[in-house]
């Protein structure tokens, strides 16, 4: 894909398409719930398809309408799937495999799990260790530890499992575990991260108790399918987000975006860097917060960013770097070591890439120090194939002088399918 220099602000209304994570758990959710599921709004991306795949191999019917992004799930309910004949295939999901895991150590059967070559090197102990001490058997190499992961599930209890990191596939794979395991299950972790599990949960009428960083759950017999409407995702939201900002005589809406405290760290960070952003007609849909997002032009001035709100902000690490690059002053991100094992190395492939353009950017052993206010100019990038990198060097590449080639831009249609064209659009 070749980014030219803008010479005009991006301007218009955008919609962008539907919440990954929830188009993920839709799907899950309501392949284990008695009834049928409609979602509205579904991400109709590489990923999600890969989830919709994956249960399809289980014995679930699911209509798919691309045209009105549509999926309608006829649930089986929590004991009716079959085992898959063949190998699950997650492609490049870490949600679908990690969150599927604590679905499949609930099945009295075996079932082998795989992905691309990604997938293959992610670490996937941080679930299936707490899995087998809920009682299912997981083979794979490393102990267990990455795909192609073998299980078999059946019979598991309850436990009081403090997570090491802060991920909502750790947390979601153990709440989806306990719906099947005897007595208690109970997740803490060391900040909060996204809390989609918990309120889809909800919404389908089974109990979740939330006090602080802890999430407990118990068996559930079976509970009932619920329609479902997908808010358009935050983190695609994110990329027109900083462009608007960063290219002058800007000014977009983008409509009916998902705005869930755990995952806006970003608005808080470009606030205080001086972005002006409005949220506009907020209100809530399925157990989910939504509003329209305003955003016009603004100098930004560099910031710190570190702890807690690293969870809230995880996939949003990428173009915060590029937002960064144009700042006055030195940005510090620091506790990030969770994105060395994203699709990419999030971490080296940012400083990497940003540095080709002539950014001033050092990787350190938990994040980045951007040096801002740098004219960048084109060369060419990698994505690394990895979708948050190509659209984030997308937005760098319409500030950079010249003209931008990204190298594997296609890898975008995991999470965001049209997203050049849109860009385009607007631009
Ligand atoms: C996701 C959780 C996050 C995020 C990923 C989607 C989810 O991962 O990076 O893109 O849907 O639960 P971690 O929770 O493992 O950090």
Redesign the pocket.
């Known amino acids: 894909m070749i980014i030219r220099e803008a010479t005009k602000g991006l301007k218009g209304i955008i919609r962008i398409p539907g919440d990954?994570?929830v188009s993920?758990?839709a799907v899950m959710l309501g392949s284990i719930a008695e009834g049928i599921t409609a979602i509205d709004g579904f991400l109709m991306g590489q990923d999600c398809i890969s989830t919709i795949n994956c249960f399809r191999k289980m014995g679930v019917k699911i209509d798919v309408d691309k045209t009105r992004n549509r999926v309608v799930v006829y649930g089986k309910g929590l004991y009716g799937l079959k085992p898959p004949e063949q190998v699950l295939d997650v492609g490049n999901s870490?949600?679908t495999i990690?969150?599927l895991l604590g679905i499949l150590a609930g099945q009295p059967f075996t079932a082998e799990i795989t992905g691309d070559d990604s997938i293959k090197r992610r670490p996937m102990a941080r679930v299936t260790k707490p899995l087998k001490l809920m009682g299912a058997e997981i083979y794979g190499r490393d102990d267990a530890n990455l795909a192609p992961l073998k299980i078999k599930g059946g019979r598991l209890k309850g436990i009081d499992y403090k997570s090491p990191?802060?991920?909502?596939?750790?947390?979601?794979c153990l709440l989806l575990a306990g719906l099947y395991a005897e007595g208690e299950t109970k997740v803490t972790e060391p900040a909060k991260?996204?809390d989609?599990?918990e309120r889809m949960l909800e919404h389908f009428g089974c109990p979740v108790t939330v006090e602080g960083n802890t999430v407990k759950v118990r068996r559930v017999d079976s509970f009932t399918a619920a329609d479902i409407v997908v808010p358009g995702d935050f983190?695609s939201a994110a990329f027109f987000i900083v462009a608007a900002t960063l290219i002058p005589d800007s000014h977009i809406i983008i409509e009916e975006v998902g705005i869930n405290p755990t995952r806006t760290g970003l608005l808080d960070v470009l606030y205080r860097m001086g972005a002006k952003i409005r949220l506009r007609n907020k209100r809530v849909k399925n157990n989910e917060p939504v509003a329209d997002i305003e955003v016009v032009s603004s100098k930004l001035k560099s910031t710190e960013i570190g702890g807690e709100i690293i969870?809230r902000l995880?996939?949003e690490i990428p173009i915060l770097s590029v937002a960064a690059a144009f700042a006055e002053g030195t940005t510090v991100i620091k506790d990030a070591a969770?994105l060395k094992v994203?699709e990419s190395n999030r971490l080296s492939a940012m400083a990497a890439e940003l540095n080709k353009l002539g950014g001033e950017v050092t990787e350190t052993d938990d994040g980045l120090i951007i040096k801002g206010r740098k004219q960048l100019h084109s060369a060419e990038v990698e994505s690394h194939n990895d979708h948050r990198i190509a659209m984030a060097m997308s937005v760098a590449g319409l500030k950079a002088r010249g003209e931008t080639v990204i190298k594997g831009s296609e890898c975008v249609s995991v999470s965001f399918p049209g997203y050049f064209s849109i860009l385009q659009k607007h631009i």
């Open positions: 990954k994570s993920h758990r870490g949600t990690r969150l990191v802060a991920s909502a596939q750790v947390k979601s991260s996204r989609h599990t983190s969870p995880i996939d969770e994203k």
